[in-house]
């Protein structure tokens, strides 16, 4: 496939799947927006970016700075004169109980995770909206879909994207946006790093064999996904081959949401 021309807005482009994701992209010639808060990792980003001849604007910050997101969407809109793809990636882990949940840790994550979700989507629906298309892609993890021990705050924040996911769709639809969710399970990225050390850690194991045991005794593929892997999926789902694909609720993730 091909998106010679097309702009793509992407959040959380330093790593993982929204960085394969951006490179995915560029690879079919789309020009992009990237958003990361980590400016070094945003950084190596635009490098990759670079070495592929692409197109882009690159902007540090947090998803949850409605200045920032709204500076983002001008930009693009501004340079290229439409904004066809938005993939709303950018996330952050906290693995507490809901006890070790403080106030301000609670207030954090859903400001990362579904209040930035919120704003960067609010920011690119008017170019959409006049242009009369757009895909907009949400990353709502597998633990939008089921409970998971010692995340009552992740876990929150992504159910409340499968179903934002669902509200866009609906509304919108009918002005020629659509809008899906994507539901990550075990991929190899940093955050799934970082939250398998951390639950390590309280098993007395390393992340790596924490990791390791999950996988083992939950995905039926028994393999850790790659970021290119998901990547392919959200790309699909800005192709004209899902023209008819509006609030699906995707699983890549190896068979690990499909049952017991």
Not at 1 to 27: D, Y
Not at 73 to 88: E, Q
Not at 165 to 191: F, H, K, M, Q, W
Request: aromatic content about 6%; some cysteine; hydrophobic content about 45%.
């Amino acid at each position: 496939m091909s998106f010679a021309g097309k702009v793509a807005v992407i959040t959380g482009a330093g790593s993982g799947i929204g960085k394969a994701t951006a490179l995915a992209f560029a690879a079919e010639a789309a020009h992009l927006a990237i958003i990361d808060l980590n400016e070094r990792s945003l950084a190596q980003t635009a490098k990759e970016l670079e070495a592929l001849k692409a197109q882009y604007l690159a902007f540090p910050g947090s998803i949850a700075d409605a200045s920032l997101v709204n500076e983002v969407a001008s930009a693009a809109a501004y340079r290229w004169n439409r904004i066809d793809f938005l993939f709303n990636n950018a996330g952050m882990e906290f693995v507490a109980s809901l006890l070790d949940t403080s106030t301000e840790d609670w207030d954090a994550v859903l400001a990362t995770n579904l209040k930035g979700t919120f704003l960067t989507t609010k920011a690119v629906l008017p170019t959409m909206l006049n242009a009369g298309s757009g895909v907009i892609v949400n990353n709502a993890s597998d633990a939008g879909l089921r409970g998971i021990k010692l995340s009552a705050a992740y876990s929150s924040s992504k159910a409340a994207i499968i179903h934002l996911t669902r509200s866009v769709a609906l509304d919108y639809a009918g002005s020629g946006i659509r809008c899906n969710c994507i539901c990550p399970g075990c991929i190899r990225t940093p955050l799934c790093e970082r939250f398998n050390e951390e639950v390590g850690a309280r098993k007395g194991k390393t992340g790596q064999e924490a990791l390791d045991d999950f996988v083992k005794a939950n995905v039926p593929m028994q393999r850790v996904g790659e970021a290119a892997e998901v990547a392919s999926v959200v790309l699909f789902l800005c192709s004209p081959q899902a023209s008819y694909i509006n609030g699906a609720i995707l699983p890549v993730d190896g068979g690990l949401t499909a049952g017991m």
